[in-house]
């Protein structure tokens, strides 16, 4: 018992603090650390990236347990540091001084509590993780495919592994701290190429000029880790496409509508879709691809 009070404390410590310490304290911490419970785990790169992003930590022995299972408080914290979330909302459900509290009240104010019960120490199963991760992620790729479970929708946007052999999604079976640093990786991408995706829409944006009928602008040169271009869906002669750093001088009488596209290079996953439909009006559409 005098062992799990440590524990919880020293993990109430970490939770407090880590989202106060500048990146380069993180950085230090997490070379000075020890890995090799994780060295030769298959989500050791996962792992590696969650502590030197800050959003997973070892505990106070310096290592990281990837065989064990993960407790709500530990991915919900995860949760709230990936989503960057500051603002607070009451969580009566946890007494004050509770060393969960000032998380889940983080948690709380950014939906991913919804409709779950608060139990700080549960160790999560494969349904309870996918719960969370979509109240997580509701603000940016929406609601899941309602003809799935949490799991098996999970699982089929590819964030979770599916269960072998099969096929049953096994929506009972536990979550490790190695398995959840795989799932939590997925969203710190995601939320990284949405927001990519958004400067580079305001840009394209921003260049776009309508004089006299014809629209003129420019598509963003993004580095390697993005394709971008401009489709413009014309009357008569099919679609018209601008790339990467192209600039475009468009007579409307000839264009129904277009579209910009942002798209992940590397597995071509959706970064922002905004459509231009309505013309002459210029107001964008966000059809950014949902989860369902």
Known sequence: ?????????????????????????????????QISDFSNHPAKADIAFALKEGYMWNYPDGKFYPANQIPQAQFVASLAAIRGV??????????????????????????????????????????????????????????KHKNYTNTGA???????????????????????????????RFLWQDKWQLEMGARLQQEFHSSLKLVNGVITGRVPKADRNFMVDVTFVTKENGPLIYRNGQSFNVDLKQVSSFTFFITNAKDSSDAGTYRYEGLPSINPVNLTQKFH
């Open 1 to 33: 018992m005098k062992k799990r009070a440590f524990l919880a404390g020293w993990f109430a410590f970490i939770l407090v603090f880590s989202t106060l310490l500048a990146p380069h304290v993180l950085v230090s911490a997490v070379q000075a650390a």
């Open 86 to 143: 500051k603002e607070t909302a009451p969580v009566p459900k946890l007494p004050s001084g509770h060393w969960a509290k000032a998380v889940y009240e983080r948690a709380q104010k950014a939906g991913i509590l919804a409709d779950v019960t608060i139990d700080p120490n549960r160790l999560l199963t494969k349904e309870e993780v996918a719960k969370l991760v979509f109240n997580a992620w509701k603000p940016y790729r929406g609601e």
């Open 154 to 184: 999970l699982i089929t946007w590819g964030w979770m592994k599916p269960y072998l052999p099969g096929p049953k999604f096994r929506e009972d079976l536990p979550v490790t701290r190695g398995e959840a640093a795989e799932i939590l």
